[in-house]
């Protein structure tokens, strides 16, 4: 049980290309999440899926694409990327129907964008 | 909408005393609320949760948090910090307001002295 899993763990991108972030949960969890973290301002809510077939945005999503492939993956696309993209992305997922809001997260990707 | 406020960026503790963390929230019902560590490097691991009942409550890694509603806080505390308990520390709120969610503070960095 391995989880909430993330890839890659680090990155470094140039300024307008693109990639995506790959995130999988085996806890057959309904929700799944994006975040990022910048010093001094915790984790900021990018995207999230409440469900497979549903996404919406959340605090952050200006830049920033997803996908909820399946029950199991989320994944966080970044078009054309600019240094101010440059955080650690952490995906999480959660289980609403077990325990309201408690979720698990995955450890993180570390991008740079330069 | 709902907010967490962690006053203290960073805070140093020896080795052997005792911890309190500060977290004050901003709802208007009783609120949702956990504490995240985050280890250098990790994701995030949930500490401890409050829903209702006991305003005292007990968490992983001897740590405990106590919800006061008339001051609306909810502190972290522990009575002997060990070494390994230096990381950043969130404090989180459920959001009630569309699909449920959590807002999160900034953190607060634990040092431990020797």
């Known amino acids: 049980n391995a989880g909430v899993t993330q890839t890659p763990k680090f990155q470094v991108l140039k300024t307008g290309q693109s990639m995506t972030l790959q995130c999988a949960q085996d806890m057959n969890h309904n929700s799944m999440y994006w975040y990022r973290q910048d010093p001094g301002m915790g984790l900021r809510l990018i995207y999230y899926?409440?469900?497979?077939?549903?996404?919406d945005k959340g605090e952050v999503p200006n830049g920033y694409n997803v996908s909820r492939l399946n029950k199991r993956e989320f994944s966080l696309r970044l078009e054309s990327a600019a240094p101010s993209q440059t955080s650690v992305y952490f995906c999480?997922?959660?289980?609403?129907?077990?325990?309201?809001?408690?979720?698990?997260f995955g450890p993180g990707t570390r991008l740079t964008v330069t | 909408a709902q907010s967490v406020t962690q006053p203290d960026i960073h805070i140093t503790v020896s080795e052997g005393a005792s911890l309190e963390l500060r977290c004050n929230y901003s709802y208007g019902a009783t609120p949702y609320l956990f504490w995240y560590v985050q280890s250098p490097g990790q994701g995030l691991q949930l500490l401890l949760k409050y829903f209702s009942g006991d305003t005292l409550v007990q968490g992983i890694k001897g740590f405990e948090a106590e919800f006061k509603r008339s001051q609306s806080s909810f502190n972290l505390r522990k009575p002997s910090v060990h070494w390994s308990d230096a990381a950043e520390y969130f404090c989180?709120?459920?959001?009630?307001?569309?699909?449920?969610?959590?807002?999160f503070g900034t953190g607060t960095r634990l040092l431990v002295s020797p």
């Open positions: 999480a997922s959660s289980e609403q129907a077990i325990s309201l809001y408690e979720q698990y």
């Open positions: 989180a709120v459920g959001d009630s307001t569309g699909f449920q969610k959590l807002v």
């Open positions: 899926s409440a469900s497979e077939g549903t996404t």
